[in-house]
């Protein structure tokens, strides 16, 4: 009982230790002062400043289509990609291109920053949207290539391309008809993650963003300059639903498809 | 005779395959008759999967080409080719029910969805599990999902069905059952079914004609009855059924006879069927015996005619439905005699092991074997 009583308290220690943080961020969002230091009340008004601010928005709105266009980018790249390694067995140097495509998480951000910029700046390339969006696509590869490789390995999709092949349907029909269907649960679980993973991306964004472009962590960064006000709290408080609410969904597809896509 | 061949729906041959350095079928020839049931039997690796993937499609041969009704196919793709295949792990598409799964090869080959509808319940029907069209393919228990995979198969009406040792992840009472129903199916629909299983007494049970294969081979080819009536070579006379196999030395004799001596210096006067040739005298052949085949006596009481053995009981193993003993033969270098005993026959025979007995077999159940067959 006593051996069960320390663990308790260990799990409760290192929860503690991950959530306090944000719990006291939340809470001081709910303050009615200026400065996170007392408690001088109750208020929604840093909610509704950030409602209001045009900037921020627009901003917030900038970070929606960039993830959500790096993920579209990725999910396409990344179903190629795994389909090519689980199908074709023998091709030479398969698990090193398979570890290739994994290594951008393993790279600093920085020198991967530094290195696209100075990639596009010598190539000519204009500091775009496009561009940016094609550089969050690149970090959230990984992602997208994991959750498409594990489901093709666990359906034994090669089985059933072949069944499918032997009742008439050529390659492609067997792909469309057998393996993209099966493949969707993974497909949308490697994109939610791709997307919060571009969401939430500072150093590619900082790096690249160029003339023009603030992305909502970019703006929060600016924001900070000035210290930490209730309102930053407030809007870190909605990313921080917004995650969960992504990792919800994603836990959700992992319960009903009896898989898990992890990070 | 263009008659026969005119009956021959699948031809193949000489169909040579090496994956990499290692050769896998080597000269295998084969045709299907309309409405047989063909089965390639071997051990595993021995080529009878890979012609079943040549003839399918998803395997090119080497040389050799595949002809279905007259048609060269060899060079078309799986989805070109009006053959269809049951998987041994079934490979049913778990996205889709019961019925779009059997109505999938309709909708490829373009069937109107109207006689698609028609055509599911009949498919369900014959195999047993009408009512099922909108089960999930998960819910099925393998049995199940093996009759789905079979009218999946079917449905679309093949020229020949290619089955994988479909019957190879199922329970052994389950396995039986479905052998009896699967050669009823092939019968009534009167399709030609090309059946690869490692299961001698599967291959026996439901076969018009046996592909025996080793190697890479075709060891031999015939109806069940001739293939354990006459087993060529011995890797198939033990294979099948099993058998006793003697290397003897052949002695000079009568023609169409056999005078032979054993290495333990029983000698041998066997009549020679017509497809079995003998060596000339002086040079080694192989001989089997059926261990069901020899019968073991007491006392001096052999029946007329028969061969006879001097051994002693070395061992039995009980087996449920009858016995097998080992009989140790004494003349000179001792040889190992396999006899199988039938229920009722005798089954108390460990409280006489080490007494002498006397074995006999009849001269026409020694099969005299090729001698190139090892």
Known sequence: MKKGRGLALYCAGLYAFLYIPLAVMTVFSFNNAHRNVVWLGFTLKWYARLWKDADLMNAMLTSVELAAAAAAIAAVLGVLASYALTRHKNFHGREGYAALLDAPLMIPEVALGVGLLSFLVRAGFELNFGALACAHALICLPYSVGAARARLKSIGGERLEEAAMDLGASEWAAFVKVTLPLLAPAIVSGSLLAFTVSFEDFVTSFFLAGIGIVTLPIKIYAMMKFGVTPEINALSVVLLAATFILLGLNAWLAVRTGEATRL | ?374
Not at chain 2, 216 to 224: D, F
Request: charged share 25%; net charge negative; glycine share 10%.
């Open chain 2, 1 to 374: 005779m263009p008659a026969v061949a005119d009956d021959n729906l699948l031809e193949l041959g000489p169909v040579s395959k090496s994956f990499g350095s290692t050769p896998i079928l080597r000269d295998v020839t084969l045709s299907v008759r309309r409405g047989e049931f063909m089965t390639l039997l071997g051990p595993s690796g021995c080529g009878k999967t890979t012609t079943l993937r040549i003839i399918a499609g998803f395997e090119s041969p080497d040389t050799g080409r595949v002809k279905l009704d007259g048609a060269d196919v060899t060079d078309q793709p799986p989805y070109e080719r009006d053959v269809h295949t049951v998987f041994q792990h079934y490979a049913l598409f778990p996205h889709l029910d019961v019925a779009g799964n059997i109505a999938f090869g309709m909708r490829m080959d373009k069937v109107p969805e109207a006689e698609i509808r028609r055509r599911i319940p009949e498919a369900l029907a014959m195999v047993k599990l009408s009512g099922y069209e909108t089960r999930r393919v998960g819910s099925l228990s393998g049995g199940q999902m093996q009759r789905v995979a079979l009218a999946r198969a079917i449905a679309g009406r093949p020229a020949v069905l290619l089955l994988d040792e479909p019957l190879g992840a199922l329970d052994l009472k389950l396995r039986k059952e479905m052998q009896l129903e699967l050669k009823n199916l092939q019968k009534k629909i009167g399709l030609a079914f090309v059946y690869v299983t490692h299961d001698q007494e599967e291959a026996m049970t439901m076969s018009d004609r046996i592909a025996v294969f080793n190697g890479g081979r075709i060891e031999q080819l015939g109806t069940p009855g001739e293939i354990y009536e006459s087993p060529r070579t011995s890797f198939v006379a033990d294979f099948i059924g099993g058998a006793n196999i003697f290397t003897a030395k052949v002695l000079p004799g009568a023609a169409g006879r056999a005078h032979l001596l054993l290495e333990d210096e029983h000698e041998l006067d066997v009549p020679l069927d017509a497809h079995e040739t003998l060596p000339a005298p002086g040079r080694k052949v192989k001989v089997a015996i059926r261990p069901e085949r020899v019968k073991v006596f007491y006392k001096d009481e052999l029946p007329f005619g028969a061969l006879r053995f001097d051994a002693v009981l070395q061992d039995s193993i009980f087996l449920g439905d009858g016995c097998q003993i080992y009989l140790r033969m004494f003349k000179k270098a001792p040889e190992r005699l396999t006899v199988a005993l039938a229920g009722g026959d005798r089954y108390a025979v460990h409280d006489d092991l080490g007494v002498p007995v006397i074995a006999a077999v009849q001269p026409e159940d020694v099969y005299i074997l090729e001698s190139d067959g090892d």
